[in-house]
Structures are given as structure tokens and as C-alpha cells.
């Protein structure tokens, strides 16, 4: 669809395999363009998937629960503008949700070996010699209350962030080039999630541990500077 200086592109795609999964991938691009000051685009796209190539036999035996470790939606979002003639800006967005779980390996490790403030209190109760039998039993009942490890990760992530500026080309040819830029980029900056383990986009190490969190580590942010340059 067009209207004047704004374009909007959707795509709309589905797929079906009777044994393993089906689902649909969604595409959206808007855009504006007003003159040559100002240029944006935005973009969106979503896949949902039904995903039946594991059995809950297989779920069960990875990660001690039947829970789905893959998410129904995933996706990303952000835009791309252009303005003030030499300004370029650049967003990305993206995200798992819907009926995704992760098994928290680590905190399940941790708990084994009394390695948590509640674990340890617990443990402390049930070998003190001086605490009677009813509160040794209430010790262990609580032990088998605890939450299970499986955990929700929906999460929505930050992914980048990008600032260039095109140098004038006065200032380029100084150098003898035929153009320059300088950017400023950052990456994985802020995660919105209820998961409580280190990091919810899990390491799939193969199907025995598919959805698992195995000796995983938090995503780093990071931060980068760049020159580039035309001769």
C-alpha cells in the first residue's frame, strides 16, 4: 500500500509438516519519506510455530518436566531513520513468548548440593540434633514445596542501538578520501523477563538437554565505536 511519501509492505507466510510442526511468519515495513532530512523505516516480524517434533517422553527425560522448550512466538522489532541530512539511527528489538520454558541447570545443581540460603536453612534443620521431630518433618516438606526449576523465560531484549554521522565531504577529501562516517553502536542493553536463571535465551546443547540452561552465562553488554572510510 502507498499513500503520498508513506509505503507499507506486509508478508504473510505459513508452513505445514505433519510430523514435526506448522506455523506462520508475519512481516510489516513502514515507510517514511519526507524529503531528504528525514527517512524512516519500520519494521516488524513475527513466526508463531507449532512445534510437535518432541514427544513429552523426550521433555520429561531432558529436563524432568513436560513443559514446551520452544517459544509460540518469536520475533523482532525496530527502525531505521535518516534526518538532519548526515544522522542515521538505528533500533533493533526482539523477543520469545508464549508457553516457553527453560530448565535452570545451575540453580538445580545449587540446590543439590544446599548451595542456597533456603536449602542450607532446610539442611541445617533436619541434621540439628536439637530440633525435634515435627520440625525436621516440616524441614522436609518444605524441601518438596520448593518451586521446580523449569522456568517461564518470555523475554523482550534490547538488541542494539546505533548512532552514525556522515563527516561533510569537505572534511573526508582533507584525508584524501571520498567519504567518511563515525558510529557509535551498543548492544544488548536492557532485558524485560521473569526468568529467574542467568539467561534466558538457553544454550540447546542437543536433544537430551534441549530447553536447558547449561553452564550459561549472562549476555555482556557491549559498546563500540567505528570509523568507517571510501577511497
Do not use: C
Not at 43 to 71: M, Q
Not at 133 to 140: D, H, L, N, S, V
Not at 148 to 163: G, M, T
Request: hydrophobic residues 35%; without cysteine.
Amino acid at each position: 500500500m502507498h499513500s503520498g511519501d508513506s509505503t507499507i509492505l506486509a508478508t504473510f507466510h505459513t508452513y505445514f509438516d505433519p510430523l514435526n510442526s506448522s506455523g506462520i511468519e508475519i512481516g510489516v515495513n513502514f515507510s517514511v519519506n519526507r524529503s531528504e532530512n528525514f527517512v524512516l523505516d519500520i519494521i516488524a516480524s513475527a513466526s508463531y510455530l507449532n512445534d510437535n517434533s518432541y514427544s513429552n517422553e523426550d521433555l520429561e527425560s531432558s529436563a524432568g518436566v513436560g513443559d514446551k522448550p520452544y517459544p509460540d512466538w518469536s520475533g523482532a522489532f525496530g527502525a531505521r531513520a535518516s534526518f538532519l541530512k548526515r544522522f542515521r539511527l538505528s533500533t533493533l528489538f526482539e523477543f520469545k513468548a508464549g508457553n516457553y520454558f527453560v530448565y535452570d541447570v545451575i540453580s538445580a545443581a545449587r540446590r543439590e548440593l544446599n548451595n542456597t540460603r533456603e536449602t542450607a536453612d532446610i539442611e541445617r534443620i533436619r541434621l540439628d540434633p536439637s530440633s525435634t521431630p515435627e520440625e525436621r518433618q516440616e524441614a522436609t516438606n518444605r524441601r518438596a514445596r520448593m518451586a521446580p526449576l523449569n522456568h517461564k523465560a518470555d523475554f523482550l531484549r534490547w538488541r542494539e542501538v546505533s548512532l552514525a554521522y556522515d563527516l561533510p565531504k569537505q572534511i573526508a577529501t582533507r584525508f584524501s578520501l571520498d567519504h567518511a562516517a563515525i558510529s557509535i553502536t551498543g548492544r544488548n542493553l536492557l532485558l524485560w523477563t521473569g526468568y529467574s536463571g542467568i539467561n534466558p535465551e538457553a544454550h540447546h546443547r542437543s536433544i537430551s538437554s534441549v530447553g536447558t540452561e547449561y553452564v550459561n552465562f549472562p549476555m555482556p553488554r557491549q559498546f563500540s565505536f567505528s570509523l568507517r572510510a571510501g577511497f
